[in-house]
């Protein structure tokens, strides 16, 4: 049986490369491809997601699935929220480590979420919130700034650098459920 192609409209070369690896074990051939996708900048992540998963519609006219993840900081008041990927373009891992150092509540959850449509009028979500934690110091070398300074649960206490400097596998990483969830309803 030959598997159709479900595209992932992603630029993260990392993202998809995980999510491959898990829809690979689901016989689902992911494919990837990099639309040019001018996101809306809201705090309700559902809208953002919603709005990504339209526009990717729109412009391939074929089933699509896109992702987004949000980051809530409880000691931050929920900081930085869906603006995660433009603080990684401002803060260098110091300055995560150095806005954080006081606080007490070191908790850090990572919202995933997962939007599927086939017909651009329906759209299937699914959301994986994992917790972690903020390191004192910066560690690891791979990735955005606060993968050096953020420690999921499950992880060891490595920092999410740290696990992809040490090229852990990482398909079967709670942080990918929302991947597990989609393959899941997807291929019943």
């Known amino acids: 049986m030959v598997m159709k192609q479900l595209i992932f409209s992603t630029g993260n070369a990392t993202k998809f490369a995980n999510a491959k690896s898990i829809c690979d ?24 997601i919603n709005d990504k998963v ?16 949000s980051w809530e900081i409880p000691g931050l008041n929920g900081f930085p929220g869906a603006y995660m990927k433009s603080i990684n373009s401002w ?15 070191r908790r850090v959850f990572l919202h995933s979420r ?23 110091e910066p560690r690891g070398n791979a990735g955005p700034p606060s993968q050096k300074v953020i420690s999921m649960a499950g992880d ?14 990482n398909d079967d990483r709670d942080v990918h459920k929302a991947w597990k969830l989609f393959c899941e309803w997807h291929t019943t």
């Open 25 to 48: 074990n689901y016989d689902i051939n992911l494919v990837q491809n990099n639309l040019e996708i001018d996101e809306i900048q809201s705090e309700d992540p559902e809208r953002v």
């Open 54 to 69: 339209q526009k990717a519609y729109d412009q391939l006219r074929k089933p699509v699935i896109v992702s987004d993840d």
């Open 156 to 169: 060891n206490g490595l920092s999410i650098a740290e696990v992809y400097d040490q090229d852990l596998k």
């Open 91 to 105: 803060f260098t891992p110091q300055d995560f480590a150095n806005l954080t150092r006081s606080l007490t509540d």
């Open 114 to 136: 997962l939007a599927y449509t086939d017909d651009g009028e329906t759209v299937k979500l699914f959301l994986n919130s994992h917790e972690g934690y903020l390191l004192e």
